[in-house]
């Protein structure tokens, strides 16, 4: 019962794994199509492209900072299946609101005054939109699946949500704008659909007063669920993973045009060679803990993952030595590259253990709280989790700043998966004896 395929035949998974995927997809379809139009299209100054893209990366994750906490409440005391139904109604209006702002921006009509407005306006709502389902997605896991289950629904639904980022950020780079706008309002309606077959989530424990001051609710949500311990290290370790994530991602695109020589569309094979590497660890890791969740692999997963950013590192540094062009390679140009494959190979190993890492600690959240906490539980670590990779990227930008070489950027990001290692150890240590402790109560 530790494998994967099974539960995608079963209603009481598969409608929630294609309602999940759908919205990573079309998540990352409207905000890769805006940016990639308004970027090419819309601004001709470096300085005014890289000012939109970190308002837009501002405006997309501020919802997560002010509203994970009442996001976590409510799914913890109402049904999480109809919060999923009443949100992705509201994502048709969403996508509505967003494919008139394109459309509007495509044919050069008020873009300043409308068209613009219009697409970050439906940008923060999406973000809002996300935080209402990130605490459901996982939490409402426990509900429906058998617990020796909710490791492989995890990796499952990670692996789909990488999967269907990969999609939506392809098919943003290749169709036309005025496509896209048809397309997620479309995917919306789909995904409304799917919602509707997910079996009710009514709340697990006592209804409690839903405290809706952002910022009280936020201090008492983090408060109470890191009293935890196994949680309390299980969230800092995903945390200081996605801080070394955000100034990976971050590198991606300015390391393939000035270190690799390398186009944009090398930069966006790059994130997809990435996301498939997650998408292949997170499974993988259920298979070796045979749905056990355990956090036995995580020191040496991250460990391998810092080894291969090193080597990556190594690669880049030959590559600099061995590169004599002015000219920015296409794809083609650049597979043809004797270093091409090894560095490939370096990034979708990064990418594997890097999920092998992270999937089963989102488990812990949802396996060694109350059942009734679930869903508060990840809306704290989102919350952390924003903070964390706003961190990070503040780290890339003032690394950039002081004039640190991209290259050896990389290498900082090698040396911090150490951090990681600890902190996964750690967790292990307070794992083992929390077991330790419950078998000898038992």
Known sequence: MFTSPHLLKQRRF??????????AFNDNLY?????????????SSAEDETNFSALASGVFILPFFLLSALAGQLADMRDKARIIRIVKAAEIVIMTVGATGLILAWQGIMVTTLALPLLMLALFAMGTH?????????????????????LAGTGLVEAG?????????????FISVEAAAVGVVIFAVIGFFTSKQIPTAPPMG???????????SSFRLIKDTMGNREVFFAILAISFFWTIGAVLFIQFPPLAKNVLMASKEVASLMLVVFSIGVAIGSVAINLMLKGQVSARYAPASVLAMGAMVAALYGVCRL????????????????LSWPLAWLLVGSLLLIAVFGGMFVV?????????????????????????????????????????AVGVPLVEQVLLSAIMCLMSAWLGGVLYKAEKQANMAAASAG
């Open 130 to 150: 996300s935080t209402f389902l990130g605490p459901i997605k996982y939490s409402i896991l426990p509900q429906h699946l058998k617990r020796e289950e909710v």
């Open 206 to 216: 006592e209804i409690e007063k839903i405290d809706f001051n952002p910022l009280s």
């Open 319 to 334: 590559w600099q030595a061995d590169v004599d062009t002015s000219q920015l390679m296409d794809t083609a140009t650049f």
């Open 14 to 23: 598969l409608p929630l794994f294609c309602t999940q995927l759908l919205n």
């Open 360 to 400: 089963p600690l989102y488990a812990f959240l949802t396996t060694r709280v109350a059942p009734s906490a679930t869903s508060r539980a990840v809306a704290a670590n989102n919350i952390v989790n924003s903070g964390a990779m706003v961190i990070g990227s503040l780290i890339a930008g003032g690394l950039s």
């Open 31 to 43: 905000k890769n199509a805006m940016v990639l139009f308004v970027v090419y299209s819309i601004y």
């Open 161 to 173: 949500t990488y999967i269907a980022i990969m999609t939506g950020t392809i098919l943003a780079g």
